[in-house]
Nanobody, 119 residues
Framework: QVHLVESGGGLMQAGDSLRLSCAAS????????MGWFRQAPGKEREFVAS????????RVLDSVKGRFTISRDNDKSTSYLQMNSLKPEDTAVYYC????????????WGQGTQVTVSS
């Protein structure tokens, strides 16, 4: 079992920057792929970004490319989502997720952290 705890959400203004953190425990962190999803009010949950175990490769949702960056620190068992140039449409609950290296699904989810961006 992997336990994920997100932090860093808050109320922001358009154009602000924010960094979300996700602390993982329960498994060797460097064996886990990490990612972020988000769910806006009234919308489906959507994938935002993911990063592989050693951080050498990552994926980012097209609509946030150039603004959001995912990273990880294996020594700290923590992954990050750096969000720049925030827009009101980025308002959502952001969830940290984890999976085994060879998995294609995301079995472990954090409790979520709210990010609200005002115009």
């Amino acid at each position: 079992q992997v336990h994920l705890v997100e932090s860093g959400g808050g109320l922001m203004q358009a154009g602000d920057s924010l960094r979300l953190s996700c602390a993982a425990s329960g498994r060797s962190f460097d064996s886990l792929g990490m990612g972020w999803f988000r769910q806006a009010p009234g919308k489906e949950r959507e994938f935002v970004a993911s990063i592989i175990t050693d951080g050498a490769n990552y994926r980012v949702l097209d609509s946030v490319k150039g603004r959001f960056t995912i990273s990880r620190d294996n020594d700290k068992s923590t992954s990050y989502l750096q969000m720049n140039s925030l827009k009101p449409e980025d308002t959502a609950v952001y969830y940290c997720v984890a999976r085994e290296k060879i998995s294609i699904t995301w079995p472990w989810w954090g409790q979520g952290t709210q990010v609200t961006v005002s115009s």
